[in-house]
C-alpha cells in the first residue's frame, strides 16, 4: 500500500469490527459506517476513511473482497476492550504501510530530548525520500493525525508534537503482534525476534518480549535460542 490516505481514530476501527459478521458483504455496511463517523463531514471522505479500515482489517488478511471472512481482529474485539487492542490496531496499520513505517523511522531520528519533533523536519526528508508528490503530504498530514487520535503524541503548536511515555504491552498483546507481524506482515512462520524493524518500537515498549516468548511457546509456536538469536516457527 503507498499512500495513507485518511486519518483514522482507534474507535471508528473498533466499532466498525464490532458490528462486523462474518459471511456478509463489505457493502453491508457503508450505512452503518456513517453513524460511527458521524464527526466526520461528506460521504467521500467518509468512504474513503471506511476504505482505510477495511483494507487493513479486513481485505489484507483475506484472499477476496466478496464476503467477510474470520480474521483476528474480528475475534479479538468481541473478547477485549478498546484500551487493550487498540495498540494492536496502530502496529497493523504501521505493518500495511511502509511511507509510514519511513514517517516513524524519521520522527526516532530527529526528536529531541523532550520528546518534541517537527512536522517541517518530517516534510523535507519525506520529499527527499518519495518526492513532491501530493500523495506524500497527505500521508504526512494523515499519519500525524492518526498517532494523535490514538495518544502517542500530542500537539505542541501546528507544527509540532511531543511524544508521550511509550504504550508498556503486555504478554498477550506482544503474542498478538506477533502472530500478525509472521503471517500478515512478512508472511513467514519463522520470525527472527532480533530482525523486527525498530520502528515498531518507538511508540510501544517491549520489555515482556522475553517473557511471552516462553509463556506460548509450544502452543502457538517453537521458541528457538541459537547463536546469539532468537527465532519463534509459528505453529
Not at 474470520?70 to 505493518?95: A, C, G, H, Q, T
Not at 512478512?186 to 530482525?195: P, V
Request: proline residues 3%.
Amino acid at each position: 500500500m503507498i499512500g495513507f490516505d485518511r486519518p483514522v481514530k482507534p474507535e471508528w476501527i473498533y466499532e466498525t469490527l464490532k458490528m462486523i459478521k462474518m459471511g456478509e458483504k463489505p457493502s453491508v455496511y457503508n450505512e452503518p459506517f456513517e453513524d460511527i463517523t458521524k464527526e466526520l463531514i461528506g460521504k467521500e471522505g467518509k468512504r474513503k476513511v471506511r476504505t482505510v479500515i477495511f483494507r487493513s482489517f479486513i481485505y489484507s488478511m483475506q484472499n477476496s473482497k466478496r464476503t467477510i471472512k474470520d480474521n483476528y481482529f474480528i475475534r479479538w474485539v468481541k473478547e477485549s476492550p478498546l484500551d487493550e487492542i487498540k495498540p494492536l490496531l496502530l502496529l497493523k496499520l504501521l505493518m500495511d504501510y511502509e511511507i509510514c513505517r519511513f514517517i516513524i523511522r524519521k520522527i526516532s531520528l530527529s526528536v529531541q530530548p523532550d520528546g518534541i519533533f517537527s512536522t517541517e523536519i518530517l516534510k523535507h526528508e519525506m520529499v527527499r525520500e518519495y518526492g513532491d508528490r501530493d500523495v506524500v503530504k497527505r500521508s504526512l498530514r494523515s499519519l500525524i493525525a492518526t498517532l494523535h487520535n490514538f495518544k502517542v503524541i500530542t500537539k505542541v503548536d501546528t507544527k509540532t508534537y511531543r511524544m508521550t511515555e511509550k504504550y508498556s504491552l503486555g504478554g498477550k498483546q506482544i503474542m498478538q503482534f506477533l502472530l500478525l507481524y509472521g503471517k500478515n506482515h512478512i508472511g513467514s512462520q519463522m520470525i527472527d525476534i532480533d530482525g523486527i524493524e525498530p520502528e515498531f518500537s518507538v511508540f510501544f515498549d517491549f520489555d515482556l518480549m522475553k517473557d511471552s516468548l516462553n509463556e506460548y511457546s509450544s502452543e502457538l509456536w517453537n521458541y528457538v535460542r541459537e547463536a546469539g538469536r532468537e527465532i519463534i516457527y509459528l505453529k
